[in-house]
Protein backbone atom coordinates (compact mmCIF):
# COMPACT_ATOMS: atom_id res chain seq x y z
CA UNK A 1 0.00 0.00 0.00
CA UNK A 2 2.83 2.40 0.76
CA UNK A 3 4.63 1.29 -2.41
CA UNK A 4 1.27 2.53 -4.40
CA UNK A 5 1.01 6.14 -2.10
CA UNK A 6 4.24 6.83 -2.98
CA UNK A 7 3.32 6.68 -6.61
CA UNK A 8 0.81 8.33 -6.47
CA UNK A 9 2.84 11.43 -4.64
CA UNK A 10 5.54 11.11 -7.55
CA UNK A 11 3.29 11.40 -10.43
CA UNK A 12 1.26 14.31 -8.82
CA UNK A 13 4.57 16.02 -8.64
CA UNK A 14 6.10 16.04 -11.75
CA UNK A 15 8.84 13.23 -10.75
CA UNK A 16 7.09 10.07 -13.12
CA UNK A 17 4.95 11.01 -16.05
CA UNK A 18 3.10 7.65 -15.61
CA UNK A 19 1.83 5.05 -13.32
CA UNK A 20 1.34 1.39 -15.05
CA UNK A 21 -0.85 -1.19 -12.71
CA UNK A 22 -1.30 -4.28 -13.74
CA UNK A 23 -4.69 -5.93 -13.82
CA UNK A 24 -3.90 -8.17 -10.41
CA UNK A 25 -3.17 -4.66 -8.49
CA UNK A 26 -5.38 -2.78 -9.87
CA UNK A 27 -8.41 -2.93 -7.10
CA UNK A 28 -5.88 -2.70 -4.88
CA UNK A 29 -4.45 0.57 -6.24
CA UNK A 30 -8.02 2.16 -7.32
CA UNK A 31 -8.84 1.90 -3.47
CA UNK A 32 -5.67 4.36 -2.45
CA UNK A 33 -6.24 6.09 -5.40
CA UNK A 34 -10.00 7.26 -4.45
CA UNK A 35 -8.92 8.43 -1.02
CA UNK A 36 -6.50 10.77 -2.40
CA UNK A 37 -7.82 14.76 -2.15
CA UNK A 38 -6.97 15.04 -6.13
CA UNK A 39 -8.93 12.05 -7.24
CA UNK A 40 -10.48 13.33 -10.69
CA UNK A 41 -6.83 14.91 -11.83
CA UNK A 42 -5.38 11.18 -12.23
CA UNK A 43 -6.38 9.77 -15.98
CA UNK A 44 -6.70 6.28 -16.62
CA UNK A 45 -6.44 4.69 -19.80
CA UNK A 46 -6.66 0.89 -20.05
CA UNK A 47 -4.11 -1.10 -22.21
CA UNK A 48 -4.68 -4.52 -23.99
CA UNK A 49 -3.73 -7.21 -21.41
CA UNK A 50 -6.01 -5.32 -18.67
CA UNK A 51 -2.74 -3.02 -17.40
CA UNK A 52 -3.82 0.55 -16.64
CA UNK A 53 -1.64 3.67 -17.06
CA UNK A 54 -2.07 6.28 -15.22
CA UNK A 55 -1.34 10.15 -15.76
CA UNK A 56 -1.47 13.16 -13.97
CA UNK A 57 -4.10 16.15 -15.58
CA UNK A 58 -3.57 20.09 -14.02
CA UNK A 59 -7.35 20.04 -14.70
CA UNK A 60 -9.75 17.82 -12.90
CA UNK A 61 -12.31 15.80 -15.46
CA UNK A 62 -15.80 16.65 -15.21
Do not use: C, W
Not at 33 to 62: C, I, S, W
Request: no cysteine; charged share 30%.
Amino acid sequence: MEKYKNLIEQLKNGEINTIEISKEEFLLFREILVKDELFKHFHGEGKQGGNVVYTFMETPRA
